[in-house]
């Protein structure tokens, strides 16, 4: 199965791979230099594309980001039960690009909406999926990574797994005093971390790159694996949990959507252009040329289908936003 995975002629030595994810070996002024001069560069042009809500600046600044090789560094390092330097370089990284985005997000005005920018909605609620995901790119950069055929996909693992965006996202927040949103954009980044780390060790001792340390110390670097699996656990239980949360809001907007729809029956020309789920209140968006029905109707109808207790707001043309109470009140 190994030789499958990464056949000889392929194979990249321990020693090769050591120089390229350790920046505390071989030119490490060089080294050091270019990392973090292109971490800088990324994280600007990162914050650039987060605020003018750029899908494509922000994947540029994936692909010349270089946060994945300490990263990739750490998983190495653990499999050889060696002390590199790179949790360190990890950790101050972190803070650096977190330092950018708060800085960046000066331009914005106090009054900003801030999950009405797609680059950073899209990642302050991270699910299990982003996690499952994250973890096949982990898997992914490490055979890359250990095999001389196959370096051209780095870049596409490089997109795939999402590190620097997330720490300018919870910087912006940050600097618009938004806490919560920080904190889901730094579970997303924690999760990637993760998967990179726990996909680099797992490849890495599978192809054998651990089996001298492990000889040498005589046991198996027990102590890593079980880091590991308590990170996993820590990091799962939040993502599952918000998955499921997000799950049953989708849930709740399609039967809140269908009552109101059923609501509108009776209107010519009324219709209902979305519903949305935000800060623990259902907005329904309806369009309507005349009067709306009795409101009282829309929470009778809305009884049953979506928890009690949840605040309705109807927000409809020209410019009326109604507050119709609780359902179940």
């Not at 252009?273 to 009067?291: E, K, L, N, Q």
Request: charged share 15%.
């Amino acid at each position: 199965m190994r030789a499958r995975v990464l056949p000889a002629s392929q194979r990249r030595s321990l020693d090769e791979l050591a120089h390229d994810l350790y920046l505390s070996s071989g030119d490490t002024t060089s080294k050091r230099s270019a990392f973090w001069t292109m971490l800088t560069l990324s994280s600007v042009i990162a914050a650039g594309g987060v605020l003018t809500d750029s899908t494509a600046t922000v994947i540029g600044a994936m692909i010349i980001a270089p946060l994945s090789t300490p990263i990739m560094g750490i998983a190495l390092g653990s499999v050889q039960r060696r002390r590199t330097g790179s949790a360190m370089v990890v950790l101050l990284a972190c803070l650096l690009v977190i330092a950018i985005g708060m800085v960046m997000s000066l331009v914005l005005p106090s009054d900003f909406d801030l999950l009405s920018d797609s680059q950073i909605s899209s990642r302050t609620s991270p699910g299990l999926m982003d996690l499952i995901a994250a973890l096949a790119t982990g898997f992914a950069g490490a055979v890359a990574l250990a095999r001389r055929d196959v370096a051209a996909v780095l870049p596409g693992v490089a997109i795939a797994i999402s590190l620097v965006p997330p720490l300018v996202v919870a910087g912006v927040c940050l600097g618009q005093l938004s806490g919560w949103l920080a904190l889901g954009a730094l579970v997303l980044f924690v999760s990637n971390l993760f998967a990179l780390v726990f996909g680099g060790m797992v490849v890495f001792a599978s192809l054998g790159y651990g089996v001298e340390a492990d000889k040498a110390a005589g046991r198996p670097a027990r102590g890593a694996y079980a880091a590991m699996a308590l990170l996993f656990v820590v990091v799962f239980v939040p993502l599952t949990a918000n998955t499921v949360v997000t799950v049953l809001l989708n849930v709740w907007t399609g039967r809140t959507k269908t009552a109101a729809e059923q609501w509108l029956a009776d209107e010519p020309g009324a219709s209902v252009t979305r519903v949305d789920a935000t800060s623990r209140t259902m907005y329904i968006h309806v369009r309507t040329p005349g009067d709306l029905p009795p409101l009282e109707s829309l929470l009778e109808r809305l009884e049953g289908r979506i928890p009690d207790g949840i605040p309705v707001v109807v927000d409809a043309s020209r410019g009326r936003r109604i507050d119709i109470g609780m359902v179940g009140d």
